[in-house]
């Protein structure tokens, strides 16, 4: 079967169907339509002490740089489990999970970010296969210049927040965004 007959088949028209508003991918033969939805993040900010749990990325985009424990929820995975499966493979991590910290809306990149705060039930951490280092940092000691995304510095700062006691429901983007700090390595 040649590809041409294998791109002839299935949604391939882009129009705005009957009561939508937007062009969507739809299938000429049967009128199916490929809905196209933002994909959903989980993490955690995970706390020892006063220590916060980051991970260096072994893996792009940003590879290098610091992040907290977080990915993309799987098919019926609830956020919560995706929280805690996220701080295992990313960091070996065991967490009591928290009150949620903040939700952001990543438009760019149509994602959404749902953050958690959580305490780790172990100090003792170790790099999975995504991470190439992994470290608890006292809040002086965090390498804000060396973080993989705006959003890593916003859940840091509303956490911090949220450990004063400033903020008693979730957040969400900071206006105006806060741009991150770092240049490329
Ligand atoms: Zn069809």
């Not at 701080?87 to 928290?98: C, I, K, T």
Request: hydrophobic residues 40%; glycine residues 6%.
């Amino acid at each position: 079967m040649s590809t041409h007959h294998v791109n002839d088949v299935g949604p391939r028209v882009q129009c705005i169907p009957e009561g939508d508003d937007r062009h969507r991918l739809t299938c000429p033969d049967c009128g199916y339509i490929a809905y196209e939805n933002p994909k959903i993040v989980i993490g955690a900010v995970c706390r020892w002490d006063a220590r916060i749990l980051l991970c260096r990325r072994a893996i792009e985009p940003r590879r290098g740089y610091w992040t907290l424990p977080a990915g993309y929820l799987e098919l019926n995975e609830s956020v919560e489990d995706g929280a805690r499966r996220e701080a295992w493979e990313e960091a070996r991590a065991e967490l009591a999970l928290g009150p949620l910290l903040a939700v952001y809306s990543i438009t760019r990149i149509n994602l959404v970010q749902i953050i958690f705060r959580a305490r780790l039930l172990r100090a003792n951490v170790s790099p999975g296969p995504e991470s190439s280092e992994v470290h608890l940092f006292r809040w002086d000691e965090i390498p804000f210049a060396e973080l993989a995304f705006p959003s890593v510095q916003w859940a840091l700062e509303h956490d911090r927040r949220a450990e004063e006691g400033v903020t008693p429901v979730a957040a969400s983007n900071p206006e105006p965004e806060v741009p991150l700090k770092s240049p490329p390595l």
